[in-house]
T-cell receptor, first 115, second 117 residues
Framework: EAGVTQFPSHSVIEKGQTVTLRCDPI?????LYWYRRVMGKEIKFLLH????????ESGMPNNRFLAERTGGTYSTLKVQPAELEDSGVYFC?????????????FGEGSWLTVV | AQTVTQSQPEMSVQEAETVTLSCTYD???????LFWYKQPPSRQMILVIR??????QNATENRFSVNFQKAAKSFSLKISDSQLGDAAMYFC??????????????FGTGTRLQVTL
């Protein structure tokens, strides 16, 4: 069974440009999460989808970040325009709604560097 | 709001030895989950061990065990018989038991573990 996959694994963009990160959750997982780790700091929650609906987006830092999950399958996280402080690792995770223990599976992360 | 603190940015252990990674947390809730996640270099972050706060017994998974001290809000991870494959970044995490906030994990800053020969 394929795990959570993220693309691209690494991205270097200039300040002011746009970047779109993609996440493919484990097949059948209704819950999809985005987290971010800025270098040297803790991993922080960004948002949570249940199928195509945003269940909790309290962690989104500002309106330069836009997450979508059309059709309830894969998700994209767009940063536009990117700023230097957006550099970090963006993790996607998924879990199965029917899993009582709600085990969360993470991807490898997308490393974003804004220069 | 809950916070998780990992006070050891880096740790080192010799192969076959035992190492303990520290984690403390702060919460006003009585029911919650605690986790240790491991992320090897360029690999996925995987769940190492989970502890339900209502359980007094410390969780164990093969060579990994925890020392859960609820009153002290401490949740340390002990790795016995360390192996080279244990080298990774280890994150301590908290999750509320309440279903309304069950989605959100609160992480510490991580501890990088090196395993030497």
């Amino acid at each position: 069974e394929a795990g959570v996959t993220q693309f691209p694994s690494h991205s270097v963009i200039e300040k002011g440009q746009t970047v779109t990160l993609r996440c493919d959750p484990i097949s059948g997982h209704d819950n999809l999460y985005w987290y971010r780790r800025v270098m040297g700091k803790e991993i922080k929650f960004l948002l949570h989808f249940v199928k195509e609906s945003k269940q909790d987006e309290s962690g989104m830092p500002n309106n330069r970040f836009l997450a979508e999950r059309t059709g309830g399958t894969y998700s994209t996280l767009k940063v536009q325009p990117a700023e230097l402080e957006d550099s970090g690792v963006y993790f996607c995770a998924s879990s199965q709604a029917s899993d009582r223990r709600n085990t969360i599976y993470f991807g490898e992360g997308s490393w974003l560097t804004v220069v | 709001a809950q916070t998780v603190t990992q006070s050891q940015p880096e740790m080192s252990v010799q192969e076959a030895e035992t190492v303990t990674l520290s984690c403390t947390y702060d919460t006003s809730e009585s029911d919650y989950y605690l986790f240790w996640y491991k992320q090897p270099p360029s690999r996925q972050m995987i769940l190492v061990i989970r502890q339900e706060a209502y359980k007094q017994q410390n969780a164990t998974e093969n060579r990994f065990s925890v020392n859960f001290q609820k009153a002290a809000k401490s949740f340390s991870l002990k790795i016995s018989d360390s192996q080279l494959g244990d080298a990774a970044m280890y994150f301590c995490a908290y999750r509320s038991y309440n279903t309304g906030t069950a989605s959100k994990l609160t992480f510490g800053t991580g501890t990088r573990l090196q395993v030497t020969l």
